[in-house]
C-alpha cells in the first residue's frame, strides 16, 4: 500500500466549480430528509450512553456524552467499526490541532502522523468495499461519478472522509457541552426546557449563535470587494469570525444575552454560509436535540460538580470547545 496521499481539494478548500461536482457528491448523503432517518439510531445511541453513567450520579459530559455521541452516529454512517471510535477521536483531534495554529513541531509531526494512519485505515476500508460493497457512505463514494464521469481517485476519497468524520465530531461536541453549560448558568431556561421540550430546537439555534463552535475560518478573497466601508482586494487572506457576527448588534438585539426563545436564533452565522454551508448542519441540529431531550428527561437537578471543573477551553484560534464538563444530578427516569 501506498505511504500516504497528497491533500486533495474537494470541500472546504475548494473553489467553484469543482466544489460544486465534490459537494453534489454528498449533499444527497446529509439532506434533512436523509438524516431524520436516522433518529431512532441517534435516540439509542444517546439512551445507552446515557444507562452507562445514570446509575452514577455524575458524569464528564464531555468524553461520556458528547464526543462519543457524534462519533459513534458517523462511524456507523460511513460503515466502520465502532470498535475503532477511540483511534478516531485520537484522528479527528490531531486533524483540527494544527488549525488552531497553537501547538510546537512535535505535535505537528504526531498529527502529521496521524493524519497518513487515518489515510491507510480508510483506504484499507475502500479496498474492502470494492470487493465488498454495503450500504455505507464509503460504498456510496466508491460508486459516485463526478459528473457522471470519472470515478473519484483515492486521495479525494480520503479528503471528503477526513472533512466529514473530523467537521462532524469535534463541533457538535463542543455544541453540546457548551449549550449545557449555558443552561446551568441560566437555570431558569433549564426548566422552562425541561417544562417544555418543543422549545429545545430554538435553544440549540442560540447555543449555536451565542458560542459558535467554529469561531472563524480562514478564507482566500477572491474578487475586490468593499465590507463595512473596507476595501478587501482580490488575493488578501481574510479570517471570517462567524462568532464576531453571531454577537453584532445590527442584528440581534441585546447580541450579550443568551434567551431560549430570541426569535431571529436561526439566522446566525455558525454554520457559515454561501456555497460552503455546512454541509452537516441537520445532522448536528439532529443529534444535539435528540441529546437535550434525553438528557433533561433523565437527569434532575444537574449542576457542576463542586471542585472539578475549571471550564477551560482547547486552545485554539477558531474552534472553541470545552476540555471537560463535570456534572452532578439526580436520576428522574432510569
Ligand atoms: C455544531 C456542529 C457544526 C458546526 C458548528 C459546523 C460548522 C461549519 C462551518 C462554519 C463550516 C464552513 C462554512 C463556510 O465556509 O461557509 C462547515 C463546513 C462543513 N461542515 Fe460543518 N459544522 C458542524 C457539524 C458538521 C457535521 C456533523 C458534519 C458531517 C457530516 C459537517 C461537515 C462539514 C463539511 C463537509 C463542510 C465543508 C462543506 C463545503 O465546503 O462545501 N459539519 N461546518
Redesign the pocket.
Known amino acids: 500500500m501506498k505511504q500516504g496521499w497528497l491533500p486533495a481539494h474537494t470541500?472546504?478548500t475548494?473553489d467553484p466549480p469543482a466544489?460544486r461536482r465534490f459537494?453534489s457528491l454528498?449533499n444527497k448523503a446529509?439532506t434533512p430528509r436523509r438524516v431524520a432517518l436516522l433518529e431512532p439510531s441517534i435516540r439509542t445511541i444517546a439512551s445507552e450512553l446515557i444507562d452507562s453513567f445514570i446509575g452514577a450520579g455524575r458524569v464528564e459530559l464531555v468524553h461520556q456524552f458528547a464526543v462519543p455521541l457524534?462519533l459513534t452516529v458517523?462511524a456507523d454512517a460511513l460503515g466502520v467499526s465502532r470498535n475503532d471510535m477511540t483511534t478516531f477521536k485520537r484522528w479527528s483531534d490531531d486533524a483540527v490541532a494544527p488549525i488552531g495554529g497553537m501547538i510546537g513541531p512535535e505535535r505537528e509531526l504526531e498529527c502529521a502522523r496521524s493524519g497518513l494512519e487515518f489515510q491507510r485505515y480508510f483506504a484499507r476500508e475502500l479496498d474492502q468495499r470494492r470487493d465488498h460493497p454495503r450500504d455505507d457512505i464509503l460504498t456510496d463514494l466508491l460508486n459516485a461519478r463526478l459528473e457522471n464521469e470519472r470515478p473519484l481517485d483515492t486521495g479525494e476519497m480520503l479528503n471528503m472522509l477526513q472533512?466529514?468524520l473530523v467537521?462532524?465530531n469535534e463541533?457538535?461536541t463542543?455544541?453540546i457541552a457548551s449549550a449545557m453549560l449555558l443552561l446551568l448558568q441560566h437555570p431558569g431556561h433549564l426548566d422552562a426546557l425541561r417544562a417544555d421540550p418543543a422549545r429545545i430546537p430554538n435553544f440549540i439555534e442560540e447555543a449555536?449563535r451565542f458560542e459558535?463552535?467554529?469561531q472563524g475560518?480562514s478564507r482566500v478573497a477572491k474578487i475586490d470587494a468593499q465590507v463595512g466601508g473596507v476595501p478587501i482586494p482580490a488575493g488578501a487572506q481574510l479570517v471570517l469570525m462567524?462568532g464576531s457576527a453571531n454577537r453584532d448588534e445590527r442584528h440581534f438585539a441585546h447580541p450579550e444575552k443568551f434567551k431560549i426563545d430570541r426569535e431571529d436564533a436561526r439566522e446566525h452565522f455558525?454554520?457559515?454560509?454561501?456555497?460552503?454551508?455546512?454541509?452537516?448542519?441537520p445532522?448536528?441540529r439532529l443529534e444535539?436535540k435528540i441529546g437535550f431531550e434525553l438528557l433533561l428527561a433523565r437527569l434532575g437537578e444537574i449542576r457542576p460538580t463542586a471542585n472539578l471543573n475549571d471550564f477551560t477551553h482547547t486552545p485554539s484560534f477558531t474552534l472553541r470547545g470545552l476540555k471537560a464538563l463535570h456534572l452532578e444530578f439526580v436520576a428522574t427516569r432510569l
Open positions: 470541500l472546504l475548494n466544489h459537494r454528498v446529509f457524534p458517523i472533512q466529514i467537521a462532524g463541533t457538535t463542543s455544541l449555536l459558535s463552535p467554529v475560518l462567524y455558525a454554520f457559515g454560509g454561501g456555497i460552503h454551508y455546512c454541509l452537516g448542519a445532522l448536528a444535539a
